[in-house]
C-alpha cells in the first residue's frame, strides 16, 4: 500500500448533520402524475428540450426521460450524452455537478435542472480553496477528481473520473510514472489505490448514502440469503466492499443483475437504482444492503437526499418558467472542459481499443 496519509487539517470532511437535509420523495395521486407528465412532454417539444436523468432519480422521470427520446445513465454517460445530443436546452435530473458538467460541456445550449439545491456530500466536502491549497503543496502530482465535485474544483484538476472509469484513469497514470493527488471521495479512492497500486494521497470526502451501508449487518442479511450476489457501489466503505461478488458504477451493477446467474441480489447502492435494475432483469429480487435505518447518523437510508429533490412538478415548473438554469463562469468553463474532455478521450479509447481486440 503506497497511500499516504492525508493532512490533518484535511482529514474529517464528514458534513455535519445539519447540512444533510431529509430525504423527502414527491407522493402525487394517479390524476396528478398524468397531468404534470403532459404538460412536461408539451413542454419538451415546445422548448426543443430534452432530458437527462440518473438511476438514482424517481422513476416517474426516468420514464418519462426514456419515453421523450431522453437518456437515463450514469455520470459517464450522462456526460457523453449531454455533448452529443442536438436539442438546445438539457433538463438534468440528478444533482448539479451534473448540470455543471452538461454545461461545462455544452457552453451554447440552455442547461435547466428541477432543483438548484441538488447537491452531493462530496462536492460540498471539497470546497475550491482548501483543496487548491492541498493541491498546492504536492506540486510534482497529477490531480485527479470524481465527478463529484464542483466546476471550480474540476478547473482546479488535471483529470476528472467517473466511478465506471477511474480505476482505468489511475492506472493509466501510473504506468507513466505519476503520483496522483485524488478527491474526494476517499472510499472510492482506497479502492482505486488498492486495484491499481498506485501512489495516492486522499482527500477525506464521502458520500453520505454510501457511507452507512453496515458490514455487521450485511454479514447477517447475507446469512439469510445464502444464493444472493452481492453488487456494491464503490463509493461504500472497503469492509462492504470486501463482501462484494460485483463492484461497479451504477451502469456496471445493472449490467450485472441482468447478465449474472443469480435471481437473488443484495445492493449496496441507492435504491433509486431498483426501477432500471427491474427493468433490466424482470423476475429477478433485489435487496437493499442494510443501513442504520433512521438514525442519529443515517439521514439517507440508501436514498440520495440531494436526488430526491427532482421531481415532476420541479421538473415542470423549471421548463414552464425557464428559472433554475445551470450558469458557470466562462474563464472556469475553459479550464474544467480540459480534465472533462482528457476523460471522454480515454474513454472512447479505450472503447475503440476494446471493440478492436
Ligand atoms: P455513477 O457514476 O456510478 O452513476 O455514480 C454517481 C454517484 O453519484 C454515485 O453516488
Ligand atoms: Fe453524492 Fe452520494 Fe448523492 Fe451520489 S448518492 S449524488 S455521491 S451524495
Same mark, same amino acid.
Given at each position: 500500500?503506497?497511500?499516504?496519509?492525508?493532512?490533518?487539517?484535511?482529514?474529517?470532511?464528514?458534513?455535519?448533520?445539519?447540512?444533510?437535509?431529509?430525504?423527502?420523495?414527491?407522493?402525487?395521486?394517479?390524476?396528478?402524475?398524468?397531468?404534470?407528465?403532459?404538460?412536461?412532454?408539451?413542454?419538451?417539444?415546445?422548448?426543443?428540450?430534452?432530458?437527462?436523468?440518473?438511476?438514482?432519480?424517481?422513476?416517474?422521470?426516468?420514464?418519462?426521460?426514456?419515453?421523450?427520446?431522453?437518456?437515463?445513465?450514469?455520470?459517464?454517460?450522462? %456526460?457523453?450524452?449531454?455533448?452529443? &445530443?442536438? /436539442?438546445?436546452?438539457? !433538463? $438534468?435530473?440528478?444533482?448539479?455537478?451534473? =448540470? @455543471?458538467?452538461?454545461?461545462?460541456?455544452?457552453?451554447?445550449?440552455?442547461?435547466?435542472?428541477?432543483?438548484?439545491?441538488?447537491?452531493?456530500?462530496?462536492?460540498?466536502?471539497?470546497?475550491?480553496?482548501?483543496?487548491?491549497?492541498?493541491?498546492?503543496?504536492?506540486?510534482?502530482?497529477?490531480?485527479?477528481?470524481?465527478?463529484?465535485?464542483?466546476?471550480?474544483?474540476?478547473?482546479? %484538476?488535471?483529470?476528472?473520473?467517473? &466511478?465506471? /472509469?477511474?480505476?482505468? !484513469? $489511475?492506472?493509466?497514470?501510473?504506468?507513466? =510514472? @505519476?503520483?496522483?493527488?485524488?478527491?474526494?471521495?476517499?472510499?472510492?479512492?482506497?479502492?482505486?489505490?488498492?486495484?491499481?497500486?498506485?501512489?495516492?494521497?486522499?482527500?477525506?470526502?464521502?458520500?453520505?448514502?454510501?457511507?452507512?451501508?453496515?458490514?455487521?449487518?450485511?454479514?447477517?442479511?447475507?446469512?439469510?440469503?445464502?444464493?444472493?450476489?452481492?453488487?456494491?457501489?464503490?463509493?461504500?466503505?472497503?469492509?462492504?466492499?470486501?463482501?462484494?461478488?460485483? !463492484?461497479?458504477?451504477?451502469?456496471?451493477?445493472?449490467?450485472?443483475?441482468?447478465?449474472?446467474?443469480?435471481?437473488?441480489?443484495?445492493?449496496?447502492?441507492?435504491?433509486?437504482?431498483?426501477?432500471?435494475?427491474?427493468?433490466?432483469?424482470?423476475?429477478?429480487?433485489?435487496?437493499?444492503?442494510?443501513?442504520?435505518?433512521?438514525?442519529?447518523?443515517?439521514?439517507?437510508?440508501?436514498?440520495?437526499?440531494?436526488?430526491?429533490?427532482?421531481?415532476?412538478?420541479?421538473?415542470?415548473?423549471?421548463?414552464?418558467?425557464?428559472?433554475?438554469?445551470?450558469?458557470?463562469?466562462?474563464?472556469?468553463?475553459?479550464?474544467?472542459?480540459?480534465?472533462?474532455?482528457?476523460?471522454?478521450?480515454?474513454?472512447?479509447?479505450?472503447?475503440?481499443?476494446?471493440?478492436?481486440?
Amino acid at each position: 500500500m503506497n497511500a499516504i496519509s492525508p493532512l490533518a487539517e484535511y482529514n474529517d470532511y464528514r458534513l455535519r448533520l445539519d447540512q444533510i437535509p431529509e430525504t423527502v420523495c414527491e407522493v402525487l395521486d394517479d390524476a396528478s402524475r398524468k397531468e404534470l407528465k403532459t404538460r412536461i412532454r408539451k413542454l419538451l417539444i415546445e422548448q426543443n428540450a430534452i432530458m437527462v436523468a440518473h438511476y438514482y432519480t424517481d422513476s416517474d422521470l426516468q420514464l418519462l426521460a426514456d419515453e421523450t427520446g431522453g437518456y437515463v445513465s450514469d455520470s459517464l454517460d450522462m %456526460a457523453r450524452y449531454g455533448n452529443e &445530443s442536438d /436539442s438546445r436546452t438539457l !433538463v $438534468v435530473c440528478g444533482v448539479r455537478f451534473m =448540470g @455543471e458538467t452538461a454545461k461545462i460541456l455544452n457552453p451554447e445550449k440552455r442547461i435547466l435542472m428541477p432543483d438548484l439545491n441538488a447537491e452531493c456530500s462530496l462536492d460540498i466536502g471539497c470546497p475550491v480553496d482548501e483543496f487548491s491549497d492541498f493541491c498546492d503543496q504536492y506540486p510534482d502530482h497529477k490531480v485527479v477528481v470524481y465527478a463529484n465535485t464542483s466546476a471550480e474544483v474540476k478547473a482546479r %484538476a488535471d483529470w476528472m473520473v467517473t &466511478s465506471g /472509469s477511474a480505476v482505468d !484513469v $489511475v492506472r493509466h497514470l501510473k504506468e507513466k =510514472g @505519476e503520483k496522483i493527488i485524488w478527491a474526494p471521495d476517499k472510499f472510492l479512492g482506497e479502492y482505486v489505490q488498492e486495484q491499481t497500486d498506485a501512489e495516492m494521497i486522499l482527500w477525506q470526502g464521502s458520500c453520505v448514502v454510501h457511507e452507512e451501508f453496515k458490514a455487521l449487518e450485511l454479514q447477517e442479511l447475507r446469512k439469510k440469503h445464502p444464493q444472493a450476489k452481492v453488487l456494491v457501489h464503490p463509493e461504500s466503505p472497503a469492509e462492504i466492499i470486501k463482501q462484494a461478488d460485483f !463492484v461497479s458504477s451504477t451502469t456496471g451493477i445493472i449490467n450485472a443483475a441482468k447478465e449474472m446467474d443469480a435471481t437473488e441480489f443484495i445492493v449496496a447502492t441507492d435504491n433509486g437504482i431498483f426501477h432500471k435494475m427491474r427493468e433490466a432483469a424482470p423476475g429477478k429480487t433485489f435487496i437493499e444492503a442494510p443501513t442504520a435505518g433512521k438514525s442519529a447518523t443515517c439521514k439517507s437510508c440508501a436514498h440520495c437526499p440531494w436526488m430526491a429533490m427532482n421531481s415532476l412538478t420541479k421538473l415542470a415548473n423549471a421548463l414552464e418558467n425557464g428559472t433554475n438554469e445551470i450558469h458557470v463562469p466562462v474563464d472556469i468553463i475553459s479550464r474544467a472542459n480540459v480534465p472533462i474532455k482528457r476523460l471522454l478521450d480515454f474513454s472512447n479509447s479505450q472503447k475503440q481499443l476494446a471493440g478492436d481486440a
